[in-house]
């Protein structure tokens, strides 16, 4: 479970449907072949390449389904994203409670299934050899990403 405390409250993240469709709307993005990526996909690998956008986008969408009034703005959450990175002195365990979430979520659990199955396709694809060799060292960072961020 992943719990951001704005203004004096703490508020659980969750992985819902709004999820989902917050994250698409605000949050997709584009490869560099022009396709669309995903908004979950977006946050997902924001938060395995320990981009600090991504803590921001991942608790603007878990926090989506509360009704709108208690809803914190994007600006409540980067103030409290940063007040909890300064008492714990790094982002890691924020990052790593937001990974979780997602990770161990039993809503994405088919997604995350199918996100690391897609991503292992990679290994051994490549036109040259330094191409091959790219994707492996990609592939192996990403799994030693996850491997911390769940650990």
Not at 31 to 55: E, P, R, W
Not at 103 to 120: E, I, M, R
Not at 127 to 137: F, I, V
């Amino acid at each position: 479970m992943a719990f951001l405390e704005i203004k004096g409250e703490e508020l659980e993240g969750k992985c819902t449907f709004k999820f989902d469709r917050v994250s698409d709307e605000k949050y997709n993005s584009q490869d560099a072949n022009g396709n669309d990526v995903g908004g979950f996909s977006t946050v997902y690998m924001g938060l395995l390449q320990y981009d600090i956008k991504a803590l921001s986008q991942f608790w603007d969408c878990a926090l989506s389904y509360l009704a709108s009034k208690k809803k914190p703005s994007i600006a409540e959450i980067e103030d409290a994203l940063q007040e909890r990175i300064e008492e714990d002195g790094d982002a890691l365990s924020a990052f790593k409670e937001a990974f979780k979430a997602i990770d161990n979520s039993g809503f994405f659990k088919l997604t995350v299934k199918n996100f690391w199955k897609n991503l292992n396709m990679v290994e051994g694809m490549g036109g040259t050899d330094e191409e091959k060799e790219q994707n492996e060292r990609y592939l192996t960072t990403m799994k030693e990403a996850r491997e911390e961020l769940t650990a």
